[in-house]
């Protein structure tokens, strides 16, 4: 068996991904594949959470997440790709820990609240309401000892923590408590400047955008509401503009003298777009002619998917077997 520490982290699959998941997450997770044993979730049980009116998307979105992970480096040879709906295990042990996990835990989570109160009251389901719970399963179910995260899911990271704790002062030894790693970038802005980076809201960059997509997306980006001319100093601060050139540069003398002449009023957002346009399309080019190769090639992303879920079968039964034990519901024919 690998002895290799375990990470788990995933993504729910409500399209394809972008920017924000690469600089949050994905480039972590290519570096950390070398170092741990990884298994990279597609979580589509939980896009039912607040999908569960467009399971056409759901079923596009796993293969183009799948489609995405590739393209970027993800490697199947050294990780696990797992859809968590093959592995009814998931769904199993989340139903075992609703019944220890308390109700104002899920009340007070602040990433649960805010993202009820952005629903419509027709989507807020009691599967919305319990899918941190789900979350905690998925880290959980493979004895997860890291969990790679952006930075608003931290909450969801402490509460996995108390519950194995509360789990195994009640039955027994099973779980670790997952430690959190932050990407270098916790949270990138949308292209409107309107938070983070979200497809529902439009502001986004994905990262299978075509060359003239991320040109036409990247004119127009918000910047300094205030600076109407080339002549005006401008704010680099919350500037969604200079903060996708810190993201994808690095220690770059041209974005330094950017920042010196925008602060001073001597340089216009043309120049300084057309540099990041350059910047974004340089970083993608590689990644959009791997993802056209597996489009080409789909039974290799089918493969790669197949590999993932058998291994995660394996470390799925094995745990529960453990959580069956622990909580006495694995022996009952022994009582008569």
Known sequence: MDKKKRILTGIRPTGSLHLGHYVGALHNWIA????YQCNFLIADYQALSDHFQDTELIKKSVIDVTLDWLSVGLDPNKSNFVIQSYVPEHAELSMLLSFVTPLGML?????LKGELDSLPIERRSAGFFSYPISQVADILLPRAHLVPVGEDQAPHLEMSREIARKFNRMYG???????TLIGKVGRLSGTDGKGKMSKSQGNVILLSDSEKTVEKKVRSMYTDPNRIRADIPGKIEGNPVFQYLDAFTNNDSNVKDFKERYTTGNIGDVEIKNYLSKTLNDFLEPIREKRAYYEQNIPIVEEALDKGINNARIMANETMGLVRDKMKISSYKKVW
């Open 173 to 179: 030894e099973i779980f670790p408590e997952p430690e």
């Open 107 to 111: 009340e007070r989570n602040p990433t």
């Open 32 to 35: 950390l594949q070398e170092e």
